[in-house]
């Protein structure tokens, strides 16, 4: 057992439950676990023979940072028939990377994601996961993956699912995050992977955390680990790991002005951030402690150069990370504009597809479109 590991299982007086106990890592049952996942696996067109093409990987890895497997796959796609090698998304504008990726959200990994092929484009593929996570926006679980999968390292690539499936085999009560069960992801795929290729066992333990051993229902019955997990022993999987601490949320309210023309088109301007950077939205602005909101959405109209009288709709909630932001849009109804948009305005369609956009627009035009 690593020093790491004894590390974890000392404090295990406080997380589990029987004490003295020394988790049979080294025996648990690889050969079962990889017979299962080469019957059952998922086809994905990004999980080609081993090793992989790195830069089909890295794309899928940061994809599905926020969004599940299986989903990212038609946005994947999309992306990659736009941007087929690490040089194509190197040279692209801005604007075409953020409108490939709408739909995903988190648009600033998107932007991470072409600092890092600029880079690579510059120095080379990095080939280990030490190397791949100096590179922008490349956390350690998806370096560690990318140097699995496509270049052989054998450092182990930890994520919440793996993490999920360490708490349940040792019966660790420890929130998802905590570095001691990082820690014991890493010794699992490390033990396991001793007698097999380390790519293919953490591949296996990876998909058995994102299909079997769910958060909510685990199916232990089909289970290559359940003869060595002691969660599935005493019958308490639902209590591994522990629930993340909640962040504090912050509250903060925002106006809109919606201005729409006859032709359906609504103005949108592209948001300077720091929140929605670079996305294309209905003009806002945060409310500040005592601003009568009708009067800044006065106020941002004629900073766009339209006048027209404002009619209040239904606010609208919206949620980015931790934020919570009340949006109160008023509908402008002013005389045609006539004069050319500046570069950072535009009228557009709402619903047009691959509009570099947050879903905080479809939520406006459901409670502004006059009827
Ligand atoms: S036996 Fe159940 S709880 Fe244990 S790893 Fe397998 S699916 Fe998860």
């Known amino acids: 057992m690593g020093a ?17 106990y020394t988790p049979p890592v080294d025996e648990v049952p690889a050969a079962a676990l990889v017979e299962w996942h080469r019957a059952t696996r998922r ?41 087929p090698t690490v040089e194509a998304l190197a040279g692209a504008p801005e604007g075409d990377v953020l409108e490939l990726w709408s739909g995903l959200g988190y648009y600033r990994r998107a932007r991470s994601l072409q600092e890092a092929a600029r880079a690579i484009v510059e120095h080379g593929w990095p080939r280990t996961a030490r190397e791949l996570a100096a590179l922008p926006g490349i956390g350690p679980y998806t370096a560690a993956a990318v140097a699995a999968f496509c270049f052989g390292d054998s450092e182990p690539p930890v994520d919440g699912n793996v993490a999920r499936v360490a708490a349940r085999i040792h019966r660790l009560a420890l929130p998802l995050g905590d570095r001691k069960l990082l820690v014991a992801g890493r010794e699992l795929l490390s033990g396991l992977s001793e007698a097999w290729p380390a790519a293919e066992v953490f591949e ?55 201005v729409e023309r006859e032709d359906g088109r609504v103005l949108l301007r592209q948001v300077q951030g720091p929140l ?67 570069p950072d305005l535009r009228w557009a369609e709402p619903g047009a597809p691959g509009l570099a956009t947050s879903s905080l627009l479809g939520k406006l035009m459901r409670v502004c479109r006059p009827a």
């Open 4 to 20: 790491d590991l004894r590390a974890v299982f000392r404090l295990r007086g406080s997380t589990r439950c029987r004490p003295g």
């Open 43 to 83: 086809a994905f067109p990004f999980r080609t023979p081993l090793p992989r093409e790195p830069w089909a990987v890295l794309v899928s890895e940061v994809m599905a940072q926020q969004t599940q497997i299986d989903r990212v796959v038609p946005y994947w796609e999309r992306f990659m028939a736009r941007f």
């Open 204 to 258: 296996a333990v990876m998909e058995l955390g994102a299909t079997l051993c769910s958060p909510s229902s685990p199916r232990c019955l089909l289970c290559p680990l359940r003869p060595k997990c002691e969660a599935a022993h005493h019958g308490d999987q639902d209590r591994y790991p522990l629930p993340r601490p909640q962040r504090s949320t912050e509250d903060q309210r925002w106006v809109a002005i919606w």
């Open 276 to 342: 929605l950077a670079g996305l294309w939205l209905p003009p806002l602005r945060p409310l500040a402690e005592g601003d009568v909101p009708r009067d800044v959405a006065g106020a941002l109209a004629s900073g766009h150069g339209f006048a027209g009288r404002l009619l209040p709709c239904l606010p609208v909630e919206h949620g980015i990370t931790h934020r919570r932001i009340t949006v109160l849009p008023f509908l402008l109804l002013a005389e045609p504009r006539a004069a050319e948009l500046p």
